[in-house]
C-alpha cells in the first residue's frame, strides 16, 4: 500500500467530514477528526485537522489546518479547539499506527455510554466486526477542555494497545485507523451496530447473544475484508461529495 500525499489525506480527510455530516453523525462545528502525516524537515510530528467554526458539511481540503504536536497551527487559518488538540494529539501519541482519529458524539454510540455498564454486545453479526477492539473509559473528565483527559485516554490506551474503539463515558466515542478509509467505515458501522443494539433493547425483551466461537469467527472473517470494504466504500462515498 502507497502513502498517500498530503493532498491525498487532505482530500479523503474533508471528505470523511462532510459524509459524518450527511449521515448526522456530527454536532455542527463540534468534534473533530484529525490525521498524522510523516514528521517535518525539523523531525517534528505534524497533523491536520478540522478548524473550529467551520461547519462539516461545508469542509474543504484547503480548510484543514496542519498543526505541530502543541496544537500551533503551521499552516491554514483557523482555530484549533481546545478539546481537539488534547483529544487527538494524545490519541495519535497513544497509538502510533492510528494514522486518522475520529472523535464524535453520535447519538447510539453515545448512548451506550450514558447507560450503567453500557457495553456494545455482540448480539448482531455487525457489532462482532468491533470483537476485541473496543475500550471503555467509563470515568468522565469532562469536557476535555485541558490536557488531563487527553493524558487520561493515553494511559487507558496504554493499558490496552489494541483498542482501536474507545467508548468514552457520558461524551462520546473516539475511532483510530490505519487510514481515513478504515477510520470512517468502522464510524459508519459502529454507529449502525450501536443504533440495531439500542432498537433491540428498547423491546424490553433481553438480547440473543451469539455464542463465543460465532463471535470469534465472524470477527476473523471482518478481519479479512475490513481494508478491502472500507477502501471501496469510502471510493463511492467520497464521489457521492465530488471529491
Known sequence: MTTPTVTEQRRDLAAALRLAARFELNEGI???????????????????????????????????????????????????????????????????????VLHVHMPYATALTMVEGGRLEMAHQTACRFHGRTLYQDHFGGLALDEGEGEAIVAANREQGHAD???????GVTIGGPSVAVAFDDLYFLERACRQQVLAMSTGRP?????????????????????YQAT????????????
Open 30 to 100: 463540534c468534534n473533530h477528526f484529525s490525521v498524522a502525516l510523516p514528521d517535518g524537515p525539523d523531525g517534528r510530528p505534524r497533523y491536520l485537522i478540522n478548524p473550529y467554526g467551520v461547519h462539516w458539511s461545508e469542509m474543504r481540503p484547503s480548510d484543514l489546518l496542519l498543526i505541530d504536536e502543541h496544537g500551533q497551527v503551521l499552516e491554514g487559518e483557523g482555530e484549533v479547539e481546545a478539546t481537539a488538540r488534547n483529544i487527538h494529539i494524545a490519541a495519535h501519541k497513544a497509538n502510533p499506527r492510528h494514522v486518522a
Open 165 to 171: 474503539i474507545t467508548f468514552l463515558a457520558h461524551h
Open 207 to 227: 438480547l440473543k447473544l451469539i455464542p463465543s466461537d460465532e463471535i470469534e469467527a465472524t470477527a476473523r472473517e471482518w478481519r479479512q475484508v475490513l481494508v
Open 232 to 243: 471501496k466504500q469510502f471510493e463511492a462515498l467520497r464521489r457521492m461529495e465530488g471529491l
